[in-house]
């Protein structure tokens, strides 16, 4: 199989990369409309999101290191089969257990894609972009998570379909993304029999106190962002009055990305002071 030139494959892992975040995100506008369709409560709404939360933790504590192991490809192509799973889910879905499961799978390839495509970008970054490849795969990260909700709000707004047209719209992407990661150049020396494992979990001694106090802060601030947004469609509707989605979807977006900035910036902190390894777990939740 001809192989894409670094380049093109560099831009193409970019592409797919925030894609695949920008499906993470993209049905929050999209939810009063299934309240309405299905009738369930703000608490299901709440376990809708924890759902998500879940898939990102199972994916990132079981597979965080197997693209070492296996390669970046096959953990990308993991990945984005995931993202396919949830896109069908969701345009088939006619009861809450397809979003419960969908949302499951959306988490599944967030996690996945959250290290293993930004190792990837990284490694395969052209000599005159090394510099740049670390903010060109921190835009990508969080410039998807912003676009989700602002696009898809846009779209259940003013298109017709509101309920499928996005995730058509993302199934397509994510084929011509899996195009792209099949043809790309793996970027690890990928021994052959070798076996992944999962990963253990330990911290320091000497860090232990500064981990907790970290982890207590990110889990309160995600906390409130999961909070915020469960509750953000109805305060916008019913305290506000405003019952445009893509005003909706333009506050979340927003919101979203500002979390997500924030996050980053207190992960390079952590890194400078050789903290990176024992905070990821908990700032890598999205």
């Not at 994916?59 to 490809?73: C, E, N, P, V, Y």
């Not at 076996?195 to 907790?212: C, S, Y």
């Not at 953000?232 to 979807?249: C, D, F, T």
């Not at 919101?255 to 207190?266: D, G, V």
């Amino acid at each position: 199989m001809q192989r894409l030139d670094r380049g093109t494959a560099f831009a193409g892992l970019v592409f797919a990369f925030t894609a695949v975040m920008l499906g993470t995100t993209m049905p929050t506008p999209m939810y009063p409309l299934y309240q309405a369709k299905f009738g369930f409560s703000v608490v299901m709404l709440t376990v809708i999101f924890a759902v998500y939360a879940i898939g990102v933790l199972v994916a990132l504590l079981a597979f965080g290191r197997w693209s070492d192991t296996l390669g970046r490809r096959p953990l990308l192509a993991a990945g984005l089969a995931a993202a396919i799973v949830s896109d069908l889910l969701f345009l088939a879905a006619d009861g809450v257990w397809q979003l419960l499961v969908g949302r499951l799978f959306s988490g599944l390839s967030a996690g996945i894609f959250t290290g293993t495509a930004t190792a990837a970008v990284l490694e395969m970054a052209p000599d005159r972009w090394k510099e740049r490849a670390p903010y060109v795969a921190t835009a990508a990260n969080l410039g998807g998570l912003g676009l989700g909700p602002l696009l898809a709000g846009l779209a259940v707004q003013y298109l017709p379909w509101p309920l499928h047209l996005d995730f058509g719209v993302h199934l397509a992407l994510m084929v011509a993304g899996a195009l792209l990661v099949a043809l790309a150049p793996e970027t690890v020396a990928v021994t052959h029999g070798a076996r992944p494992q999962l990963q253990r979990l330990a911290v320091p001694a000497g860090v232990r106190a500064t981990f907790v106090s970290a982890a207590v802060a990110g889990f309160a601030g995600f906390a409130m962002l999961g909070l915020f947004t469960a509750l953000s469609p109805r305060l916008l509707s019913e305290v506000l009055g405003v019952r445009n989605h893509a005003v909706e979807g333009l506050v979340r977006g927003r919101h979203e990305s500002r979390c997500s900035r924030s996050a980053s910036q207190i992960d390079e902190l952590f890194r400078r002071r050789s903290l990176a390894r024992c905070f990821a777990g908990s700032i890598a939740y999205r």
